[in-house]
């Protein structure tokens, strides 16, 4: 029969074959066809697992590719133990077969502003929003891809919990001097909840207000996945509070900056302008910030942080967490199937634009091995970078020989193909 099983992303699973033969045979063999069948099953692909294959000795254990596998166990019997009856071992006719769809959870983000409460002017008032939280695997679908959205807020001296069902929801009566905690979740259409988004505050006075939002530039791209010199954009960007701040935007691995400090003072018209009835409301342009050159593959945080210019201590803080993700997308051109001895080929291959070098291992492992730096032939067409060049065949005897193409990033990242 044929099952559908849904695993997150990097969870351990565990695949079981059970044997059992009408004739009470022995087992000669048992493997498993363990395919990714469709990487692409799901939005913003991380290519096609490696691992995967078929007449498998073991099963795969944890799934770091996402899309759709087949997993097919495959038993073969022995009805007698001699290979020279080997035509009579016999494969198990019937499908078993278990899809098995590898998803991410939904990734939470969240905004919230505080005010001073116009009913109970002892308290202050809180307003969480939805912040473009989403799912990778249906970033272009409606809601992008989340289904449902859960708040939770509790002041220590309260009993339980509050929680909301909603995008949105607004506190009226937060104590001043009493900690409170906001958890955050949303779900996504495979039913997985995100990690909670968790704050904890206790405000004596309202503090410097913040939200912004984010997303690629080019939206080609996932803010999970950008590549090297592509941009991000953080746009939505609004602050409250009655001194003058200004904005200051950056990447960081922890607690270290990565690449350039976008610094952004407020000047009327030029940076942002004032809300027309709350003086004290201030809307921002959006910035881009540009992923360097060299900075390698991996999560990083992208801040947004609103200072107040007379008191620098006193600030305001928004964190995404992003990746950075360059494709190489190395393509050799298939070379001719002959080639003669001292006379002219070509060596032509493509890349992703972001390849930096390309490197051919011409007759590899041999006497006539010969590293070949390919230049680029002509600009970067749809994304992808041209690399041609002639070269003369050396004196080598008739055979079959390997060349081995390497295409390398300016961030570390490397492909080879052959």
Same mark, same amino acid.
């Given at each position: 029969?044929?099952?559908?099983?849904?695993?997150?992303?990097?969870?351990?699973?565990?695949?079981?074959?059970?044997?059992?033969?009408?004739?009470?045979?022995?087992?000669?063999?048992?493997?498993?066809?363990?395919?990714?069948?469709?990487?692409?099953?799901?939005?913003?692909?991380?290519?096609?697992?490696?691992?995967?294959?078929?007449?498998?000795?073991? $099963? !795969?254990?944890?799934?770091?590719?996402?899309?759709?596998?087949? #997993?097919?166990?495959? *038993? +073969?019997?022995?009805?007698? &133990? =001699?290979?020279?009856?080997?035509?009579?071992?016999?494969?198990?006719?019937?499908?078993?077969?278990?899809?098995?769809?590898?998803?991410?959870?939904?990734?939470?983000?969240?905004?919230?502003?505080?005010?001073?409460?116009?009913?109970?002017?002892?308290?202050?008032?809180?307003?969480?929003?939805?912040?473009?939280?989403?799912?990778?695997?249906?970033?272009?679908?409606?809601?992008?891809?989340?289904?449902?959205?859960?708040?939770?807020?509790?002041?220590?001296?309260?009993?339980?919990?509050?929680?909301?069902?909603?995008?949105?929801?607004?506190?009226?009566?937060?104590?001043?001097?009493?900690?409170?905690?906001?958890?955050?979740?949303?779900?996504?259409?495979?039913?997985?909840?995100?990690? $909670? !988004?968790?704050?904890?505050?206790?405000?004596?006075?309202?503090? #410097?207000?913040?939200? *912004? +939002?984010?997303?690629?530039? &080019? =939206?080609?791209?996932?803010?999970?996945?950008?590549?090297?010199?592509?941009?991000?954009?953080?746009?939505?960007?609004?602050?409250?509070?009655?001194?003058?701040?200004?904005?200051?935007?950056?990447?960081?691995?922890?607690?270290?900056?990565?690449?350039?400090?976008?610094?952004?003072?407020?000047?009327?018209?030029?940076?942002?302008?004032?809300?027309?009835?709350?003086?004290?409301?201030?809307?921002?342009?959006?910035?881009?910030?540009?992923?360097?050159?060299?900075?390698?593959?991996?999560?990083?945080?992208?801040?947004?942080?609103?200072?107040?210019?007379?008191?620098?201590?006193?600030?305001?803080?928004?964190?995404?967490?992003?990746?950075?993700?360059?494709?190489?997308?190395?393509?050799?051109?298939?070379?001719?199937?002959?080639?003669?001895?001292?006379?002219?080929?070509?060596?032509? *291959?493509?890349?992703?634009?972001?390849?930096?070098?390309?490197?051919?291992?011409?007759?590899?492992?041999?006497?006539?091995?010969?590293?070949?730096?390919?230049?680029?032939?002509?600009?970067?067409?749809?994304?992808?970078?041209?690399?041609?060049?002639?070269?003369?065949?050396?004196?080598?005897?008739?055979?079959?020989?390997?060349?081995?193409?390497?295409?390398?990033?300016?961030?570390?990242?490397?492909?080879?193909?052959?």
């Amino acid at each position: 029969g044929t099952n559908d099983v849904y695993v997150l992303l990097g969870d351990n699973i565990e695949v079981t074959m059970l044997y059992d033969d009408y004739e009470s045979d022995e087992a000669y063999s048992m493997v498993y066809d363990f395919e990714h069948t469709n990487p692409n099953y799901f939005e913003n692909s991380l290519g096609k697992d490696p691992n995967a294959g078929t007449g498998l000795l073991k $099963p !795969l254990t944890t799934l770091n590719y996402v899309g759709h596998y087949e #997993v097919r166990p495959k *038993a +073969k019997d022995n009805p007698k &133990d =001699d290979d020279r009856f080997a035509e009579y071992r016999l494969e198990n006719m019937d499908e078993a077969l278990v899809n098995v769809y590898v998803h991410r959870r939904p990734i939470a983000l969240m905004n919230f502003r505080f005010g001073v409460s116009s009913v109970e002017p002892n308290y202050l008032t809180l307003t969480c929003t939805d912040n473009g939280s989403y799912d990778l695997d249906h970033e272009s679908a409606i809601g992008k891809g989340i289904v449902k959205y859960e708040f939770a807020i509790k002041g220590e001296n309260d009993a339980s919990w509050i929680k909301v069902n909603q995008s949105s929801f607004t506190h009226l009566k937060i104590e001043r001097g009493v900690e409170y905690k906001i958890i955050y979740r949303v779900q996504d259409i495979e039913g997985a909840w995100s990690l $909670p !988004l968790e704050k904890t505050f206790k405000l004596d006075e309202v503090p #410097v207000n913040l939200t *912004a +939002k984010i997303q690629a530039r &080019d =939206d080609g791209f996932s803010i999970d996945g950008m590549p090297i010199t592509e941009y991000f954009n953080i746009y939505d960007i609004e602050t409250e509070y009655p001194k003058e701040l200004k904005l200051e935007i950056a990447l960081y691995d922890g607690d270290i900056r990565k690449g350039s400090l976008i610094t952004v003072p407020f000047n009327e018209g030029a940076s942002a302008v004032r809300d027309g009835t709350n003086p004290n409301l201030v809307k921002w342009n959006p910035r881009d910030l540009q992923v360097p050159l060299t900075l390698p593959d991996k999560a990083y945080q992208l801040k947004v942080t609103a200072i107040d210019v007379s008191n620098p201590l006193k600030t305001a803080e928004v964190v995404f967490d992003v990746g950075v993700r360059t494709p190489i997308n190395l393509y050799p051109e298939i070379m001719p199937e002959e080639l003669l001895a001292e006379e002219a080929y070509m060596l032509k *291959a493509f890349t992703s634009k972001y390849a930096g070098t390309l490197i051919v291992k011409a007759f590899k492992d041999t006497a006539k091995e010969k590293s070949i730096t390919m230049p680029l032939d002509g600009s970067v067409v749809a994304n992808m970078k041209k690399w041609l060049k002639e070269e003369v065949v050396p004196a080598v005897d008739e055979g079959e020989y390997t060349f081995e193409f390497t295409a390398t990033t300016p961030n570390g990242n490397s492909e080879t193909a052959i």
